[in-house]
């Protein structure tokens, strides 16, 4: 019986993987079914299949996540579902095995209070980030757009109003939210809303002035008299509240390179980071120096990284930094896109499971030390120098 039973198996086994592929294909075959949250009209998004070639700059198209896509396929909802049940089963055994040891019912959310405290004061200054962001870089353009072509000192107004913008991104959006943060003590969880939202808006309102001051400049008054000002409707869309566009991310977990995975992880940051960093510093030095545009590319995402893990963590610790820019940059020119096979997808997420267990693990340390041994007079030295290289604690 042995053997018919395992035969079953199998034929059971191949008749779920064949049919799995079979779904995954018609889904691949078929037209997106697109719809539209911001209008062509009102948003500025394309009905098209793909993006224009990247010389063209980038074109939105209203599409779902690729999750959202394979969650259609009735066999991939059902592992969906499988991994949700596993992991109602493992808090279920959690609370059953403390409640045994303690006695009672045991269900603490002390972690989960402390590191999402403060929220006052992080939904007030979300607000005060979201609003400023909405109106002061719209405002500035508005005001620079409507009289940029009748006037008669064009540079200096634009220095003028690109001088205003670039106080408001420095101090206001800038240094601002990073002072409340710091001055606060806002907790970890609280401190990353606070920060990453204005890392967002930070790019949201430059990318937002980079992509429209082509148009003024390029504008002819000859042909027409009425200036093509982006509506509010059309920047308070473009600002992840009505977002058509749910490509944030490609099938990062099949990459069998760095690159492939640096650019499918976070498409966002990726597209924003190559049309205004990189193909900034080949327009500067030539095409020839790809190679100092991808490594000033790594350096500033890089520094950005650190910046917010120093902010919101309270102390300045830069693992993350030298793992980016050594191992990061040093894997994306090893595993590169020539890479091909399974193997490389298993040595990919090898490396990057033990970046990652690393850098948690460093930080983890670095925090630990710092609440266990605090000095009473810092200097300056104390501050950038690792508090886990002196702190030693008794148990």
């Not at 959690?94 to 045994?100: E, F, G, K, P, R």
């Not at 409507?146 to 109003?161: D, E, L, M």
Request: charged share 15%.
């Amino acid at each position: 019986m042995k053997p018919a039973f395992m035969q079953r198996i199998d034929s059971h086994f191949t008749e779920f993987v064949n049919g799995l592929i079979a779904k995954s294909v018609q889904l691949e075959s078929s037209p997106p079914a697109f719809q539209a949250v911001c209008s062509e009209k009102d948003g500025g998004f394309k009905s098209k299949e793909s993006r224009a070639p990247p010389e063209h700059g980038k074109v939105f198209v209203a599409r779902k996540s690729v999750l959202d896509e394979l969650f259609e396929v009735k066999d991939i909802r059902t592992i969906h579902h499988v991994f949700i049940a596993f992991f109602i089963m493992i808090i279920l055994c959690t609370l059953i095995v403390d409640s045994i040891d303690e006695g009672r019912l045991v269900v603490k959310f002390d972690l989960l209070v402390y590191v999402f405290g403060k929220s006052s004061v992080v939904a007030s200054t979300w607000l005060y980030m979201f609003l400023s962001t909405l109106t002061v870089p719209y405002g500035l353009f508005l005001l620079w757009a409507q009289g940029y072509h009748g006037s008669s000192h064009k540079t200096i107004r634009s220095a003028f109003f690109g001088g205003l913008f670039m106080i408001f991104q420095i101090f206001g959006l800038g240094v601002g939210p990073a002072y409340i943060a710091v001055a606060y003590n806002l907790p970890p969880a609280s401190a990353f809303i606070v920060i990453l939202e204005q890392v967002r808006l930070l790019m949201k309102g430059y990318s937002f002035i980079r992509e429209n001051t082509s148009r003024i400049l390029s504008f002819t008054p000859q042909k027409t008299n009425t200036v093509q000002v982006p509506k509010v409707s059309q920047y308070l869309c473009s600002i992840m509240l009505r977002f058509a566009d749910r490509m944030f991310y490609k099938d990062w977990w099949n990459s069998k390179s760095y690159a492939r995975y640096f650019r499918t992880s976070n498409v966002v940051v990726h597209d924003w980071l190559y049309y205004y960093a990189y193909r900034d510093v080949l327009w500067l030095f030539g095409k020839k120096f790809k190679a100092v545009a991808m490594l000033s590319v790594f350096t500033l995402s890089a520094i950005v990284h650190e910046y917010v893990l120093a902010v919101c963590f309270g102390y300045f610790y830069p693992v993350l930094f030298f793992f980016y820019m050594g191992f990061g940059t040093l894997f994306n020119f090893i595993l590169s896109d020539r890479r091909k096979g399974p193997i490389w997808t298993m040595i990919l997420w090898l490396t990057l499971g033990l970046g990652i267990t690393m850098i948690h693990y460093l930080y983890s340390l670095e925090w630990n030390a710092h609440k266990h041994c605090p000095l009473k007079n810092p200097t300056f030295l104390d501050y950038v120098k690792p508090r886990s290289w002196t702190c030693h604690l008794k148990v």
